[in-house]
């Protein structure tokens, strides 16, 4: 078997960086109960490590954050997603008593403080993102002025004020192709508008990896990530529109013998909360197939 390692691949230094908060954090508060606000990134392999170490999750989807974090003891530790969390749900924390740890990425932190400083300015905000994914829940929380869009079909409904200044930003982790499409269409409405793309680097350099790749020399394309990983999905959206077989796989594990049937080449490559000895794993088991 054929192995093209597609690079870059794997764990983005906002992940790394998130799970060293976590890891840190663990060993600093070991008499404290520490809670984790939400997966800290879409990857069950990682949120099994802090569960095994004792921190205790509350991912409800069916339960506001701001109702989890008001039932906690003071005193407790609570540790945020790196996909960010509503300013509102860290103010009641630190009102109640308990130790926040925010391991916010930097790249949504950058979003959130270009459209605060816009809001400031009286500027309208267009946000592009996935409908319930923690980062748009997020940042789309700052203000009831931030209006939503998750598709192209939804812009001709947009009733922003066409004489007002608007900005458009997004969800760090979605597809290139989707977000040019939709920023595409916007622009047709509101000629005037700003585009401001904020994909993250990491995001967009894995995505341009994998369109750069040959449809006629690659068989099979697999991603290795979470079921929950937007930045994983999409990576095999878009290996899928260049036309190439596309499969996301968690590990080595869900590689069955029908999938390599016929199959010469296979690329692989890995979303950005992927632990890099999983995706290994995969390659290894690949070359010796």
Known sequence: MNVIRVTPRGFCLGVVKSIKIARETVKKY?????????????????????IDLGVILLDDRNES??????????????IFSAHGTDSKVINQSEKNGLIVVDTKCEWVLKTEELIND??????????????????????????????????????????????????VTNQTTLSKIDTEFIFKAIKEKYPKALIKNDLC????????????????????LLVVGDKKSNNSNKLVEIGT?????????????????EILRNIKNVAVTAGASTPSFIQLDVIKFLENY
């Open 30 to 50: 070991p008499d404290k109960k520490i809670y984790m606000i939400g997966k800290i990134v879409h990857n069950d392999i990682i949120v099994k490590e802090f």
């Open 65 to 78: 954050r701001l109702n989890l974090v008001s039932k906690l003891e003071s005193g407790s530790v609570v």
């Open 118 to 167: 816009y809001l400031k300015n009286n500027w309208s905000v267009i946000f592009v993102g996935k409908n319930s994914h923690p980062e748009t829940i997020a940042l789309t929380s700052i203000s009831e002025k931030i209006t939503l869009i998750t598709s192209a079909n939804e812009v001709n409904d947009l009733n922003v004020i066409e004489n007002s200044k608007i900005i």
């Open 201 to 220: 680097d990491a995001t967009l350099e894995r995505q341009e990896a994998v369109l750069k790749l040959n449809q006629s020399e690659v068989d099979l």
């Open 241 to 257: 529109k260049k036309g190439i077989k596309s499969l996301l796989i968690q590990s080595k594990s869900d590689i069955k013998p």
